[in-house]
């Protein structure tokens, strides 16, 4: 039987991303391929398209079919592709081989061209899971992005505390198992500062204008992207995840109370992020909106959790009501207030919409989608 690899998968592959382009070399839609390939003697259900879902799923027959066509170890092929290693929660893995397309579950980005030009095949981009820390190549200063026809990325060259935090980021993810969560946290404090009025920031508006004159956009439409807040985000979970700074936060609670221990907390982030400023602006916005302050206030809703000696489970948790919201749109429009439908069509069209943003880890275990 003929074998269609000749290009293996790049780490953290979108397997639809590696379908497509082995599919591209012989000039057949991948549904086509996809069929004669798993069909063998009683077919394969497939669901969907590529144009519908970037991602493949496959239910357990049809991923050992898979591994079989190849001439590829199944286990080989589940390390360099997440999603192929559980069967999406609409699949069922009965006797029958069965496919689907479906939108990816998690941020993907397109990978690094100068790093994998040599796995892209007919225009082709390859398409991966960023993971903790890998949405910036170090190597070649780029920010990645989402676009599932051509490379998109951003240069970081007039961007270094980008960079920066990013070194700092990667650290993190070495030493703590749990840095993704942590992360998630930390953007959602950031964003509840957001919600709170500091959109027009002035270190945050500096970074846009930079940022806006790279990508060519006008700032409103860029504002919102992960990449402006980045620094403040990984600068406040280096700072959270800090044994000892719990333990402190602990005895403060327990010998002077919440609201101290809050003061104090705020001040030292505030010394973190170079905005001395910082506790004294939030108080004064809990005192004039008390019920929003309270409403959009993770950090101290993880200060309450640090404070009752809580072990790992639930120390990171993201509320929802203080969740960073997954979607561009709605920080776009929530960020610039009332603004003409052409903001958010410009950021689409440079692809700042969609990508890394960070979000909380799943857990072990659970399907790769609702």
Do not use: K
């Not at 609409?90 to 990816?104: C, H, K, M, N």
């Amino acid at each position: 039987m003929p074998r269609f690899v000749r290009v293996p998968p790049v780490a953290e592959e979108l397997t639809g991303s590696w379908i497509r382009r082995m599919t591209a070399g012989y000039g057949l839609p991948a549904q086509d391929l996809l069929r004669s390939s798993l069909g063998g003697l009683h077919g394969v259900q497939v669901t969907g398209t590529p144009n519908t879902g970037l991602e493949l799923f496959l239910n357990a027959p049809a991923r050992m079919a898979l591994a079989r066509f190849t001439g590829l170890s199944l286990a080989w092929l589940t390390r360099l592709m997440p999603s192929l290693g559980a069967t999406h929660s609409r699949l069922t893995d009965d006797g029958s081989l069965r496919a689907a397309w479906y939108v990816p579950c998690e941020g993907w980005v397109v990978a690094c061209p100068p790093c994998t030009g040599r796995a892209w095949s007919s225009g082709r981009p390859v398409l991966v899971y960023p993971g903790a820390a890998g949405h910036i190549c170090r190597r070649h200063r780029r920010w990645l992005l989402a676009h599932p026809g051509r490379p998109a990325s951003i240069a970081l060259e007039n961007l270094p505390e980008v960079l920066t935090a990013h070194r700092h980021h990667a650290a993190l993810v070495r030493a703590h198992p749990g840095a993704a969560d942590v992360v998630a946290l930390a953007a959602a404090v950031v964003w509840s500062w957001q919600v709170q009025g500091w959109e027009a920031e002035a270190v945050w508006q500096g970074r846009v204008r930079r940022l806006a004159a790279v990508t060519g956009c006008t700032p409103r439409a860029v504002v919102s992207h992960a990449l402006v807040s980045y620094p403040e985000t990984v600068a406040v979970a280096r700072l959270l995840v800090n044994p000892r700074r719990q333990q402190r936060l602990r005895e403060t609670v327990a010998s002077r109370g919440v609201t101290a221990a809050t003061e104090g907390l705020l001040q030292e982030i505030g010394r973190q992020v170079g905005r001395p400023w910082l506790a004294d602006w939030l108080s004064a916005r809990a005192r004039t909106r008390p019920r929003e302050a309270a409403g959009a206030d993770p950090l101290r809703q993880w200060l309450l959790t640090v404070a009752h000696g809580s072990g790992v489970e639930g120390l990171w948790t993201v509320h929802q009501v203080a969740a960073r919201p997954a979607g561009y749109s709605d920080r776009a429009s929530f960020l610039a207030g009332s603004r003409p439908r052409t903001v958010s069509e410009e950021a689409r069209a440079a692809f700042l919409i969609g990508g890394w943003e960070p979000v909380s880890s799943r857990r072990p275990g659970t399907a790769p989608c609702p």
